[in-house]
């Protein structure tokens, strides 16, 4: 299946920081990301509660 896949930019807010990764709700009622914080770019401390935006895609099944 040939579908081109163009990321959306969404938002959501900190649920919860731990040493080894974030929860992140998704606005919208969409859920929720678990992320390890290699993936989390910025320089500012993280804190439950702050609001953060990402691209999100479809997955492609190769």
């Given at each position: 299946m040939q579908v081109?896949?163009?990321?959306l930019k969404l938002k959501g807010v900190i649920k919860e920081v731990t040493e080894v990764g974030v929860r992140i709700g998704v606005n919208g009622r969409m859920?929720?990301?678990?992320?390890?914080?290699?993936?989390i770019y910025t320089d500012k401390p993280l804190a439950v509660g702050?609001?953060?935006e990402f691209y999100l895609s479809y997955v492609n099944v190769l």
């Open positions: 081109e896949l163009r990321p859920g929720v990301l678990s992320l390890p914080l290699r993936l702050q609001e953060c």
